[in-house]
């Protein structure tokens, strides 16, 4: 299995969503076109959208729907539009010359109003698995994107949950999220043999439900 094929998110995306009890932590992801975005700003209030191959923020664009208005949020600038169609064409001029998908939009638990998410790097070491890293990444004031590239803050896991979701055991969800790593990571080498190094993006929402936003297989 070729790096570049595996750099696909879509690719993961499908493997993790055979297994029942991981399926449930991935947003609910289509491909970009102009009927599915329609029918997922009906049913989410906003969606992000971002290439399929890629990463560190690079090409993500948030999508809002206001009633029968919208807006795009695309690096520092808000955009808003009065009609779909108007909000389309102007979508289709920002996003980068790649192939993209539809990711149902995640309220994220926020520190002072800023959206954390999180890094989990699972490597291998000889025949085990071991993990590297967990940190919380505190996006930059007025950034929706928590990349490290583009200024968001880094911190301890616990901190970052402990700070964002008070009321919710720190440790009972570092331990979810180990114990996700694991599962995906062994569902992911079934279906991609030789895989050595994993980068795990994961959000929790203002109820401390725990999504899986993206799989790295050459995390950052």
Known sequence: M???????KWLKT?????DPEVAPYIPHTRGLSKGNLQEMLETYAFVVVKPIVGGGGYGVIKVTR??????????????????FQDMYN??????VKRKYLIQQGIHL???QGRPIDYRVKYVKNGAQWEFRAMVGRLARSGL?????????????CREGLRR????????AKRKEMRHITRKCTSILENHFPGIGELGFDYGLDYSGRMWIFE????PQ
């Open 90 to 95: 102007a979508l289709l001029r920002v996003k």
């Open 144 to 156: 929706f994107v928590t990349n490290l590239s583009k200024g968001g803050y880094l911190l301890s």
């Open 66 to 83: 206001y009633g029968s208005s919208y807006s795009i949020t695309h690096s520092f600038k808000i955009n808003h539009y009065t009609s």
């Open 14 to 18: 499908e493997a993790l969503l055979t």
């Open 2 to 8: 070729g790096g570049r094929q595996l750099a696909s």
């Open 215 to 218: 799989v790295n297989t050459r």
């Open 164 to 171: 964002s979701l008070p009321h919710i055991s720190s440790a």
């Open 109 to 111: 638990a926020r520190i």
